[in-house]
């Protein structure tokens, strides 16, 4: 099992950068895939991205491409999400999850954090 939090989130100005990280217990982090998620009120969750165990392959959405980087630190059992030229249509809950498999869709995904808020002023 893993535990996951989520921390970096805040109110930015579009254009601007935050860089959010998901620091996670356990001696098996290097054995998950993990995720990143945004969800706004009344919308489903919505796919940011997702890098492998080892940090070789990583995948984002359309909307993001370009714009936003994961990362990952398997020493430090950390995962980052770095976000840069915001748009205000970025704001949302952001959330990071785990799972043994490479997936993109949130119901493939078992463990997860409880979110941080990242609002983008225009």
């Known amino acids: 099992q893993v535990q996951l939090v989520e921390s970096g989130g805040g109110l930015v100005q579009a254009g601007g950068s935050l860089r959010l990280s998901c620091a996670a217990s356990?001696?098996?982090?290097?054995?998950?895939?993990m995720g990143w998620f945004r969800q706004t009120p009344g919308k489903e969750r919505e796919f940011v991205g997702a890098?492998?165990?080892?940090?070789?392959?990583?995948d984002y959405a359309d909307s993001v491409k370009g714009r936003f980087t994961i990362s990952r630190d398997n020493a430090k059992n950390t995962v980052y999400l770095q976000m840069n030229s915001l748009k205000p249509e970025d704001t949302a809950v952001y959330y990071c999850?785990?799972?043994?498999?490479?997936?993109?869709?949130?119901?493939?995904?078992?463990?997860w954090g409880q979110g941080t808020q990242v609002t983008v002023s225009s």
């Open positions: 999850a785990a799972d043994p498999l490479y997936g993109s869709i949130p119901w493939e995904y078992d463990y």
């Open positions: 890098i492998s165990r080892s940090g070789g392959r990583t």
């Open positions: 356990g001696r098996t982090f290097s054995s998950y895939v």
